[in-house]
């Protein structure tokens, strides 16, 4: 028997601090200004998309002990934000990045509960930990929680959390004839919950909402981040984007859920992708080159190179081989503030790696930084693209792919005007929405109502 034709999943994430926008580009927009966010998102819903996407950033990075200016560094803060666009869209889902190492469950919960009631259901909330005791000078707890203790503080957030969202049931706000409101049960909001990280009790202030429970994304790669979100999440990034490391992926993210109680259509599998356009495969390839020298200029090739080697590169120079010193092992104190130095397990190891790829393919230092730092893209024509897209959400390598574009706040619009219409030709994307809220688009059954 044929299997039906999947749906795919779209979104766009308006990026915070990262290495993907094009800042010497003209079009590059503010991150601060509100009509930046509104321009983004209104063009996600003009193109059907499920969400909008928005990373948080809890501390301006640092490299040689001076603010890390080559991305952006500021950001206004994620709650504000989606509220704000909640007013201006009407379908558009609004998923924010929300860290439960430093904050507290009643506070979290009531925001993403309000945020579900102004948006009419489209709230999501991606549950991120925090490594770093540099982050976490700014709060009053600070401090480094090792990767289990993170999980574990994250699990039980999110179960606290869920205590506080079903402390409400949908039927306990009634509305009278005169147009009023009364409670049916004087214990409605009553909550308790204890365990080794938490230990709160009283009433939630806020009623149920659309969709009972915010959506819930998370986007850890370790075991322990792909069996928390086999167990808790409605939705996982990935940065596994291939057809081949896709695959596997999602073979090992999906089968995890039976253990949970939990069926394989429970859990999306998102990955993030980048995408250039042309006119022809040939014109978006000349484009694509364009965009990487501009994202990884010589200062940040130095930088990046710094973050691995731990010791300043200042002198280096970004057109010659490699450094021929190794890394400095231990604690990094070059970059601070940034996930991406502690992917590097092995330092040593992995610049071997790199000096055998940089002679293998005779790349100078630059080179081998725009390679090695290179996301999953789409490049080519838009049938090419769209091509690309369908293929690998039907071959199960995704449940379909986050976008982000290397300019904001208008890089989406190529996407939205050239490729949404080649998907929905074909039928693997709507041609409007169906549903209200963000639970429906995504095909997510609601909770079940305590």
Request: charge should be negative; glycine fraction near 8%.
């Amino acid at each position: 028997m044929t299997r039906p034709r999947k749906q795919i999943h779209l979104a766009a994430h308006f990026p915070g601090v990262n290495n993907t926008t094009v800042w010497s580009d003209p079009a590059s927009g503010s991150h601060i200004d509100f009509d930046s966010f509104v321009r983004f998102a209104r063009t996600a819903e003009r193109g059907k998309f499920d969400f909008m996407f928005l990373a948080e950033g809890l501390r301006l990075r640092e490299q040689n002990g001076l603010i890390y200016d080559l991305d952006v560094v500021g950001r206004p803060d994620t709650f504000t934000v989606l509220a704000a666009l909640a007013a201006v869209t009407e379908r558009l889902g609004l998923t924010g990045t929300i860290n439960s190492t430093f904050n507290e469950p009643y506070e979290v919960a009531r925001q993403f509960a309000s945020l579900d009631h102004l948006s009419d259901g489209r709230a999501a909330w991606n549950v991120v930990t925090s490594w770093d005791a540099f982050t976490g000078e700014n709060f009053r707890r600070g401090g480094f929680l090792a990767e289990d203790q993170r999980y574990e503080r994250a699990e039980s957030f999110l179960a606290a959390a869920h205590a506080l969202f079903d402390s409400w049931r949908g039927d306990e706000v009634v509305a009278d004839q005169d147009g009023g409101t009364f409670l049916s049960d004087p214990r409605a909001g009553e909550f308790a919950y204890a365990d080794a990280h938490f230990d709160i009790r009283g009433r939630f202030t806020v009623p149920r909402s659309p969709q009972g429970r915010p959506v819930i994304f998370q986007a850890g790669d370790s075991d322990r981040g792909r069996e928390f979100a086999a167990s808790a999440a409605d939705a996982i990034f990935s940065r596994h984007g291939t057809l081949a490391e896709g695959q596997a992926f999602y073979a090992d993210v999906k089968g995890r859920l039976a253990a949970h109680g939990r069926r394989h259509d429970e859990l999306l599998i998102l990955p993030a992708a980048t995408f250039v356009l042309g006119d022809t495969d040939a014109e978006a390839a000349d484009i694509a080159h364009d965009v990487r020298l501009a994202q990884v200029s010589p200062a940040t090739a130095i930088k990046f190179l710094e973050q691995l080697w731990n010791r300043d590169l200042s002198d280096h120079d970004p057109d010659g081989p490699l450094p021929t010193v190794d890394p400095v092992v231990g604690e990094n104190t070059i970059a601070r503030g940034r996930a991406s130095v502690r992917m590097h397990r092995d330092p040593i190891a992995t610049a071997n790696a790199w000096r055998a790829r940089a002679e293998a393919e005779n790349l100078t230092t630059r080179e081998l930084i725009i390679e090695v730092t290179g996301r999953q893209n789409f490049v080519g024509s838009p049938q090419t693209v769209a091509d690309e897209i369908d293929h690998l959400v039907q071959h199960d390598a995704s449940d379909g792919f986050i976008l982000v574009p290397h300019v904001t706040p208008d890089g989406l619009d190529p996407f939205v005007d050239r490729v949404v219409p080649l998907l929905q030709e074909r039928r693997a994307f709507r041609a409007d929405y169906e549903g209200t809220t963000l639970r429906e688009h995504l095909g997510l059954a609601a909770p079940v109502s305590p």
